[in-house]
């Protein structure tokens, strides 16, 4: 189960955006080829949250939503690019050439961490803290 690493590297990522303040949402961009199951990165986030609210608290009211991207595939015999819905077969569609590079699905972003300003109550003010910020590959 890599989500739970892919989710400490999130971890890192939001607080160093959040720079000391509690979080209350995060975006993440996950491409379809990263093959991460989008339950199981909740289910490792949700234990991220917990430790959390045992230690300084500052994620434990973060809810993560999940941004999936599909596997877009540009063939460099015919040049069509294809979008993959269903098999995730490295051949292209048209020519059935294997010379294929993704153009999209290989994405692993956190996109928007929302933080809790000081002062604001739990309902209060939020806003983004970061955008676009890569885990690495």
Request: aromatic share 4%; charged share 15%.
């Given at each position: 189960m890599h989500e739970l690493s892919l989710c400490e590297s999130i971890r890192d990522v939001v607080l160093t955006a959040a720079q000391g303040r509690p979080v209350?949402?995060?975006t993440v961009r996950i491409g379809r080829l990263?093959?991460?199951v989008p339950e199981s990165l909740?289910?490792?986030w949700d234990a991220i949250r917990h430790e959390s609210a045992r230690g300084d608290g500052?994620?434990?009211d973060a809810e993560m939503a999940i941004e999936e991207v599909p596997v877009t595939l540009a063939c460099a015999n015919c040049g069509k690019q294809t979008l993959v819905e269903d098999d995730l077969a490295?051949?292209?569609p048209g020519c059935f050439a294997t010379a294929v590079e993704p153009v999209t699905g290989t994405e692993c972003?956190?996109?928007t961490v929302d933080?809790?300003?000081a002062g604001a109550d739990r309902a209060g003010i939020a806003d983004h803290a970061a955008a676009g910020a890569g885990m690495g590959s």
């Open positions: 209350t949402g995060v990263r093959q991460v909740l289910f490792c500052l994620l434990a490295m051949l292209c972003l956190v996109l933080v809790r300003e």
